[in-house]
């Protein structure tokens, strides 16, 4: 669509891209992914009425039960819209939802009153698809205020998060954020005229997971001008009035706390006046909320000793005294973590998202492949390549492309591409990854032991057969057979069977380090083992070109045992080795796969940085993990997913997959088992035992 919009953002793209991609990606197919835990939540936006312990009938879900739905802001000045980011339709977009009925009609309906699925309109129905988030509307409602990743940073692992405005009637869009810097979590203030971001600043990323550290940037909503910093240390602003501005920051005491300032903006210079920390350690106060409707009040979420769960709650600070504090969601939702507050303009009502599931019914099964749109590019349309999620990791398709086999960790499950006939466990223990034999259309090859383990742990390859006993496909009736194909037991795994069916790449640590190494497909050592690989540093994640060629592979050659990874190539007569990707310095490269033609590989990668403050999330390990193609003479990189979760192993099948949602016929259990940050963990048992599921490494 060529709107305004989209010609500022083409040109600002030009701009900020040093090297414009004018290849294209090879080869067709489907690609399948996986996001850590993401199928298993789905979240609404729900609000509360802003009294200490409120009634549970007087909850409100405002958003219609589509999608996973987030980040919620009431529309300046309005609040009786609601301003929030949603997933459907295979991106992050933005979205406007009246809230139906008049709120005293709303309330005494009970909390079973919720928008019927609504026909939303994205509120930036244009290309290219990127994460955008936090929004705010300007209090006469005309720009909309946002976080995209729609421009590519200069650097590899630099995050492309940066603040944008767009003018809804015309689509006319400005970047607020200087080229070369990431901003996070705008807000907008009151009177629309400052907008507050917090920033990592020219310093940009170091590899950081937990805590950003960030500084407080403001900066004129008009045109990103007279930006200066306001706040060091500190994320997650929101504005009480002109002048005062809440935020987080966790301290040297190992605590999130809440901190009010004043702050002065006197020609180009944003002053701090003054800094006070108004939640005491001994428990965590974060991503706070603010409002000229309700002065005094600051809400925040917490995460309390003692309790499991994150919670909101809100702190009376207008005494001179000691501050009050009053529980929101704890009495109303007990079990259920609660995510980044907002309060109402009119200071009655204070919103937040959480799982729908918990009150409000089951929700549906999850997807079993959630389709996610490709960002605009220029391959040939003869190359039609579809994207998905799926609910697993370590997806691989069988090569008719009628099966997926995937782990859970634990378990090995198998099931039919169109969802049809549920998953079946065809191994309960810890197996990782999958792939399947190009021969034998019924052997599975995985590792069978924990991930994550040294060199000497007991980890062995097998092949596993299934084989129907009607000869008919019918999966119902299988039976299965898992072979050992190595003997010593030292962390053999992440096996890759040759084209010709005759040989299984895989890594083992018998050395003393993780190298790759070739044996025989069938008989498995016995039959014949030959190292590929050897030297003091970890070789890993191996994948063998559909063409035979090629063996891909992460590896920390480059600096051993420095956490950082990159994408190699070698024949496997041991010839040729190079280096494909390298994501910078300290960069996160890992979990290759080859296109169907061999001329690209898939992988995941920390290329683009974090794209959200971590603390607004549920738990992700590396919540930088996208995916990315690139060609194998290390040309085109492109990047396929903007979120701020994390993503990992992917793999590529040359069947093509309408690019279209799969459900699940089979109920499948865990519906929000989903972790609050483990970092923010105050004892070691404080997280209740759910599921984790989608570890990546
Ligand atoms: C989302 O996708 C569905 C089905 O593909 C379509 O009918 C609907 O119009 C789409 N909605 C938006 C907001 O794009
Ligand atoms: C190694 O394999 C590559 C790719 O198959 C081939 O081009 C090369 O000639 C081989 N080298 C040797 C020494 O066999």
């Not at 929004?135 to 590519?152: E, I, K, W």
Request: hydrophobic share 35%; with cysteine; charged share 20%.
């Amino acid at each position: 669509m060529a709107t305004p919009l989209l010609a500022a953002l083409v040109a600002a793209s030009l701009l900020a891209s040093p090297a414009p991609a004018e290849s294209t990606t090879s080869g067709g197919g489907t690609i399948v992914f996986t996001t850590l835990g993401r199928s298993r939540y789905e979240f609404d936006i729900f609000s509360l009425p802003l009294t200490p312990s409120p009634a549970a009938a007087g909850e409100l879900r405002l958003t219609d039960g589509v999608s996973v739905n987030y980040n919620g802001n009431f529309a300046a000045a309005a609040s009786d819209s609601v301003l929030f980011v949603s997933e459907r339709n295979g991106s992050l977009n933005l979205y406007l939802s009246p809230i139906p009925s008049s709120r005293r009609e709303a309330l005494e309906s009970s909390s079973s009153s919720s928008p019927a699925a609504a026909n939303l309109s994205p509120l930036l129905p244009w290309e290219p698809i990127a994460l955008k988030d936090r929004p705010s509307l300007t209090p006469d409602g005309s720009h909309l205020v946002y976080v995209s990743t729609a421009v590519p940073a200069e650097e590899p692992r630099s995050s492309w998060a940066a603040v944008y405005s767009t003018e809804l009637s015309t689509g006319l869009t400005r970047r607020l954020t200087p080229v070369g810097v990431a901003d996070f979590s705008p807000a907008v203030s009151p009177s629309g005229d400052w907008t507050a971001v917090a920033s990592p600043g020219e310093a940009g990323w170091n590899g950081e997971v937990e805590d950003l550290r960030t500084d407080i940037y403001v900066f004129l909503t008009g045109d990103g001008s007279r930006r200066s910093l306001a706040i060091h240390d500190g994320g997650w602003p929101s504005w009480a009035d002109e002048t005062t501005l809440f935020f987080h920051r966790r301290d040297s005491d190992g605590w999130y706390g809440v901190y009010r300032a004043e702050i002065s903006i006197t020609g180009d210079e944003a002053d701090t006046v003054s800094v006070e920390r108004i939640t005491p350690p001994g428990f965590h106060a974060f991503t706070p909320a603010a409002s000229p409707g309700a002065p005094g009040l600051v809400s925040v979420a917490t995460r309390r000793p003692g309790s499991d769960y994150r919670h909101i709650e809100v702190i009376d600070v207008s005494g001179d005294g000691e501050n009050a504090y009053f529980e929101v969601t704890k009495t109303v939702s007990p079990h259920a973590h609660h995510f980044n507050p907002f309060i109402s303009p009119d200071g009655d009502r204070v919103g937040y998202h959480r799982c729908r599931g918990i009150r409000n019914g089951g929700g549906d099964a999850p997807l079993l492949l959630e389709s996610i749109k490709i960002p605009g590019e220029s391959r040939p349309p003869a190359e039609k390549l579809s994207l998905f999620r799926i609910d697993g990791s370590f997806p691989s398709f069988s090569h008719d492309g009628k099966k997926i086999a995937f782990v859970g960790l634990p378990g090995l499950y198998v099931v039919n591409s169109d969802g049809s006939g549920g998953r079946r466990e065809i191994f309960s223990g810890n197996a990782f990854p999958t792939s399947w034999d190009w021969k034998r259309k019924n052997v599975i090859y995985t590792s069978i032991g924990p991930d994550f383990a040294t060199e000497r742990t007991q980890v062995d390859v097998v092949a596993i057969t299934l084989a129907t006993t009607n000869n008919n496909d019918d999966d119902d009736d299988v039976t299965i057979s898992i072979k050992k194909l190595t003997t010593g037991g030292e962390n053999n795994a992440f096996p890759s069977p040759s084209p010709d069916g005759k040989w299984v790449v895989f890594r083992s640590g018998r050395s003393g380090h993780k190298n790759l190494y070739i044996m025989d497909a069938v008989d498995g050592e016995e039959g014949g083992i030959r190292r590929l690989t050897d030297g003091p540093w970890s070789d890993t994640m191996c994948n063998w070109s559909p063409n035979g060629e090629w063996i891909a592979f992460a590896s920390d050659r480059h600096n051993p045992g420095g956490g950082s990874f990159a994408i190699y190539m070698v024949h496997p007569n041991g010839t040729g080795l190079r280096r494909v990707v390298h994501s910078g310095d300290g960069g996160r490269t890992n979990h290759p796969w080859f296109s169907p033609d061999s001329k690209s590989i898939v992988f995941t990668s920390d290329y683009a940085a974090v794209s959200a403050e971590p603390v607004s999330n549920p738990h992700h390990y590396q919540p930088y993990g996208e995916i990315y193609t690139i060609n194998i003479d290390g040309n085109n990189i492109r990047r396929l997913t903007h979120n701020s979760f994390e993503d990992g192993t992917p793999s590529w099948t040359p069947n093509f997959l309408e690019p279209k949602d799969v459900g699940e016929k089979l109920q499948a259990s865990g519906r929000c088992a989903f972790q609050d940050c483990h970092w923010l963990n105050i004892e070691d048992d404080a997280q209740p035992e759910e599921l984790i599921y989608g570890k990546s490494c």
